[in-house]
Antibody
Framework: EVQLLETGGGLIQPGESLKLSCEAS????????ISWVRQTPGKGLEWVSL???????YYADSVRGRFSISRDNSKNTLYLQVNSLRAEDTAVYYC??????????????WGQGTLVTVSS | EILVTQSPATLSVSPGETATLSCRAS??????LAWYQQRPGQAPRLLIY???TRALGIPARFSGGGSGTEFTLTISSLQSEDFAVYYC???????????FGPGTKVGL
């Protein structure tokens, strides 16, 4: 059974950094395409970043240069390093899996999310 | 960037009725369009992909249609557990840049 468990969120001050984790089970992170998607309080969904099984990475314009996606196959875990945080980065961060193997595919598995609050 | 819009923003329906939700993309996404359901306090759940294919375990009362720039999600014989927010998402853009619509809230 595929499961995704995000951790690492919390209250953080503007300009600081945080590392979010997404521990996977039921598949190996190195063999699938996985994204981070965030949802601001009371608002909609925004795609943040993606790492393909071949290791190529992509970012939304709003986070490029500040966020970095990576994975550790030995821990079967996906990461999102978030730097230079701003108030507008406050959101629930989900990891989401494209299980089909298509590079253009829907997110068919989601974690429960981890809340990041950026505030002084 | 492909922009995705949804209408209406809110839809009032009663149990047993049919709900029809619309999604529009700013340029053609062929059939690379998905629908998600999000209940309060939960993560989104994939309902439809490829514009019209139900995801695993999704009841037949959910159906999707359309291609290019215009898409619909129909929920027939609405049940109480279907009251939620529904998002459409395009995954056609290359390099990858997934975009979601703002959502339609289906309620009483």
């Amino acid at each position: 059974e595929v499961q995704l468990l995000e951790t690492g969120g919390g209250l953080i001050q503007p300009g600081e950094s945080l590392k979010l984790s997404c521990e996977a089970s039921g598949f190996t992170v190195g063999s699938r395409h996985i994204s981070w998607v965030r949802q601001t309080p009371g608002k909609g969904l925004e795609w943040v970043s993606l790492i393909y099984s071949d290791g190529n990475t992509y970012y939304a314009d709003s986070v490029r240069g500040r966020f970095s996606i990576s994975r550790d196959n030995s821990k079967n875990t996906l990461y999102l390093q978030v730097n230079s945080l701003r108030a507008e980065d406050t959101a629930v961060y989900y990891c989401a899996l494209i299980s089909s193997g298509w590079k253009r595919g829907p997110f068919d598995y989601w974690g429960q999310g981890t809340l990041v609050t950026v505030s002084s | 960037e492909i922009l995705v819009t949804q209408s209406p923003a809110t839809l009032s329906v009663s149990p047993g009725e049919t709900a029809t939700l619309s999604c529009r993309a700013s340029q053609s996404v062929t059939t690379n369009l998905a629908w998600y359901q999000q209940r309060p306090g939960q993560a989104p759940r994939l309902l439809i992909y490829g514009a019209s294919t139900r995801a695993l375990g999704i009841p037949a009362r959910f159906s999707g249609g359309g291609s290019g720039t215009e898409f619909t999600l129909t929920i027939s014989s609405l049940q109480s557990e279907d009251f939620a927010v529904y998002y459409c998402q395009q995954y056609n853009a290359w390099p990858p840049l997934f975009t979601f619509g703002p959502g339609t809230k289906v309620g009483l």
